[in-house]
């Protein structure tokens, strides 16, 4: 990406005023249930260019020193340009303002992207929630034809 989209883009808070961006929330997490869930207990951060939000994420506290990212998406035509990984260090950077000393991050076992980014930005497998995804929706999902069962939890210490 050149400097210049660089330069007009800007990471801030969802404002309690405008629409929520469930189109890339549910493109992280299809259970609009859990999105909610995640949203009234998460500060939600946008990705905003040129007037248009292309990319989200929320930062849940989980306990005293220790925020999780419980949703993080791009839009499909940015993706692929270091945006998402732009947000997880933006997320680092909040959750160590808070004081927080770790920071957590869950997604399929299936999701092989999306670990490959986790960990390349210093992330490390915590522990593994057997069966969440058996448990929490309603339809059974796939990723890449895996069908999507165990939550992955990564952590990193900030
Ligand atoms: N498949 C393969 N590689 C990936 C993927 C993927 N799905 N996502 C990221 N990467 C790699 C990139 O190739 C890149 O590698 P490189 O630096 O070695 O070239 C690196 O990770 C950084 O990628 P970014 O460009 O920063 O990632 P992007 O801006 O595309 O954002 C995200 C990543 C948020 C996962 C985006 O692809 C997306 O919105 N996907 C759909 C929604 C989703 O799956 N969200 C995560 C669910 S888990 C959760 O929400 C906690």
Same mark, same amino acid.
């Given at each position: 990406?050149?400097?210049?989209?660089?330069?007009?883009?800007?990471?801030?808070? %969802?404002?309690?005023?405008?629409?929520?961006?469930?189109?890339? %929330?549910?493109? =992280?997490?299809?259970? @609009?249930? %859990? *999105?909610?869930?995640?949203?009234?207990?998460?500060?939600?951060? /946008? +990705?905003?260019?040129?007037?248009? +939000?292309?990319?989200?994420?929320?930062?849940?506290? /989980?306990?005293?020193?220790?925020?999780?990212?419980?949703?993080?998406?791009? =839009? *499909?035509? &940015?993706?692929? @340009?270091?945006?998402?990984?732009?947000?997880?260090?933006?997320?680092?950077?909040?959750?160590?303002?808070?004081?927080?000393?770790?920071?957590?991050?869950?997604?399929?076992?299936?999701?092989?992207?999306?670990?490959?980014?986790?960990?390349? *930005?210093? $992330?490390? +497998?915590?522990?593994?929630?057997?069966? $969440? &995804?058996?448990?929490?929706?309603?339809?059974?999902? &796939?990723?890449?034809? %895996?069908?999507? @069962?165990?939550?992955? *939890?990564?952590? @990193? +210490?900030?």
């Amino acid at each position: 990406m050149t400097a210049t989209l660089w330069a007009e883009m800007l990471i801030r808070p %969802l404002a309690d005023t405008e629409p929520i961006p469930y189109g890339l %929330l549910l493109d =992280a997490d299809p259970s @609009k249930e %859990l *999105v909610d869930l995640y949203l009234a207990q998460s500060e939600a951060y /946008v +990705v905003e260019y040129r007037n248009a +939000v292309i990319g989200i994420y929320l930062l849940c506290p /989980v306990g005293p020193e220790s925020m999780e990212i419980k949703n993080i998406a791009v =839009a *499909v035509g &940015f993706q692929a @340009k270091g945006i998402g990984q732009w947000m997880l260090y933006d997320a680092m950077e909040k959750a160590k303002q808070r004081a927080c000393n770790e920071i957590l991050i869950g997604t399929s076992s299936t999701s092989i992207g999306p670990l490959y980014l986790y960990q390349k *930005v210093g $992330f490390e +497998v915590s522990h593994i929630i057997h069966n $969440f &995804f058996l448990e929490h929706y309603s339809e059974p999902l &796939f990723d890449h034809g %895996l069908h999507c @069962k165990h939550m992955i *939890v990564l952590k @990193k +210490v900030i």
